[in-house]
């Protein structure tokens, strides 16, 4: 991807990040900090993305697809430094607006445990020989992930806050949030792959 190209779709994500979070409404009870928790949950949105991607493109290298091995390599450089931005945004959330940080919350100890995975992850590609272990373990770690996102209990976040509120505008600020993001993140690693020989 040439440097201009690239340039130009972080820049617009930028731009679009900033118009969704300043046409979010406050809301009644979290007031402005709602943008603040919605754009971290449309970041994460993204990361989630990221690490499928890379699970899938390890299903690919592992059947013989040797161009999908830079494409793997490039999301899972992506995935990790993401999110940890996620999860220091996560845990600015807790405490701006719990008052503390909940550290036997089933979805932040998910968090620490996909962290934990991600590092096991790139320690594998450093230390290892072979490409296909890591690309392995990108999609073992893809799967943990969508499996403990859907069956880890939800006790303190509440079930799709945004779109059981029913507030269009709430709804259509949060997915733009979401494809600001994406503008971002995904160019990123692309122009990373590209940068990688296969």
Known sequence: M??????????????????????????QKLGGMVRFVMYHGASTWVNMLTFTLAGALGLATLAGRERARAYGEAFRWVALPHWVVNTILGLISMRLIWGGILWNEPRLMMTFGILAGALLVLAAQFLLDSPKVPAALDAVLAAALWFLVLVLPNLFHPDSPVFNSDNRVYIATFFGMVVSVAFIVVPIALAVARRKPA
């Not at 190209?5 to 731009?15: I, P, Q």
């Not at 900033?18 to 046409?23: C, D, R, S, T």
């Open 2 to 27: 040439r440097k201009q190209t690239l340039a130009t779709l972080v820049a617009a994500g930028v731009a679009l990040a900033v118009a969704a979070v300043l046409l979010t409404p406050p809301d």
